[in-house]
Structures are given as C-alpha cells and as structure tokens.
C-alpha cells in the first residue's frame, strides 16, 4: 500500500467518524483533533478503524505521532512497510 492509498484510507475514516467534516479541510500539517474539532473519543475511533482497515494498532503512547495527517501517513506507512 502507498502513501495514497494511505492518505485516502485516513481521509475516508475521518469522514465516516465525523461526517460534517469536508475532507478539503484537512490541513496536512495542522493538528486532526483542533483543526477539525473531533474530540478526543472520535479520534479514538479514527484510530481504531485504522487498525481494522490497515492493521497497525497505534499505541497511546504514539498518540502524538499521528497527530497530523501527514504524520499519520508516515507512520502507518513505516509500519505497513515493515
């Protein structure tokens, strides 16, 4: 899987988490959670339908690498590759 497919797996989550939000809102760099305004249990449930979708479970204590979107694809990316 690339880097886009990746993207568009992220982006297709966040919308089905959290439908009022227009993907053309994602900054790449700003922070998912503030720019969007997803509390901390809908990001939650990003994460986890990542796991299901991508199959790499995000540790909480990686919670501040996957921050951004960008940040995300790289980190699904690294693990996905391995």
Known sequence: MNEE????SI???IVLIAPDVDPGE???DKNIQRS????SFD???ILTALNEEL????PEA???QVDTLEHMIAY?????AS
């Open 5 to 8: 497919q990746i993207k568009q």
């Open 43 to 45: 990001f939650l449930k």
């Open 62 to 64: 990686d919670y501040g």
């Open 26 to 28: 994602i900054v790449p």
């Open 36 to 39: 969007l305004e997803i509390d």
């Open 76 to 80: 699904f990316a690294k693990r996905i």
């Open 55 to 58: 199959g790499v479970a995000v």
């Open 11 to 13: 982006i297709r989550q």
